[in-house]
């Protein structure tokens, strides 16, 4: 059954980090260049969403050109192989694509079997056309605009509900830099890394974040 998901989690993961740190920075921004007080609430709320809004809708339109980029260098690679004079050329051709990544990984024997038999198959198949781009792309960007946007939603929320524009922005502050903790922990799992370690290295980006704005007035 497919995933609800068109992203891998790793990049639902990094799309979430960089929504946290952007509304963070906004927020931070906003109230310090606009002199604090209800003012400076309303620009961070604002600013917050409608900077969210524009990163998910560049970041959504990057995604799907980075698939499209991918997919027909995936092509390239096969019509090389496919147009090599000879196998020894194509075996060549695989190898300058595939050494990098398995030649700390298995010895010499092992990647030419796999090297000849991966020209093997793609002699047997018929290429595909170029491709354009397709509707998984275009669900992927979806979801990373949503995303994006969505981040903005938990720094907001204190700045709609709470009267006080300083209680509010610390609060929403607050929050971020907690999710920017939880998503650490989560984003360790995919990236090999320790998961308290990956936690409290965002937590504490986002409190330095904090401690520079707050004594400028942010």
Not at 164 to 172: H, K
Request: hydrophobic letters at 50%; aromatic letters at 6%; glycine letters at 10%.
């Amino acid at each position: 059954m497919r995933s609800l998901s068109y992203l891998k989690p790793s990049e639902s993961l990094t799309e979430v980090v960089g929504g946290l740190i952007m509304v963070l920075t906004f927020t931070l921004g906003a109230n310090l260049l606009s002199g604090g007080g209800a003012d400076g609430a309303h620009a961070a709320l604002v600013g917050a969403i409608g900077c969210n809004i524009a990163w998910g809708i560049i970041d959504g339109v990057l995604y799907m050109m980075d698939s499209k980029f991918a997919r027909n260098r995936r092509l390239r690679f096969r019509r090389a192989i496919a147009s090599a004079a000879d196998e020894a050329a194509a075996l060549a051709a695989i190898r300058g694509e595939l050494d990098p990544y398995l030649a700390s990984l298995t010895q010499v024997e092992d990647r030419e079997q796999l090297y000849r038999s991966i020209r093997n198959s793609l002699a047997q198949r018929q290429l595909p056309p170029r491709t354009g781009l397709l509707r998984d792309d275009l669900m992927g960007a979806i979801e990373i605009f949503c995303l994006v946007v969505a981040t903005a939603l938990p720094a907001v929320l204190p700045l709609l509900v709470i009267d006080n524009p300083w209680l509010a922005l610390r609060l929403s502050n607050l929050l971020v830099v907690g999710l920017l903790f939880v998503v650490g922990y989560r984003w360790a799992k995919y990236v090999g890394a320790n998961s308290w370690s990956a936690g409290l290295g965002l937590l504490s980006l986002g409190l330095a974040m904090v401690a520079v704005a707050i004594p400028l007035g942010g």
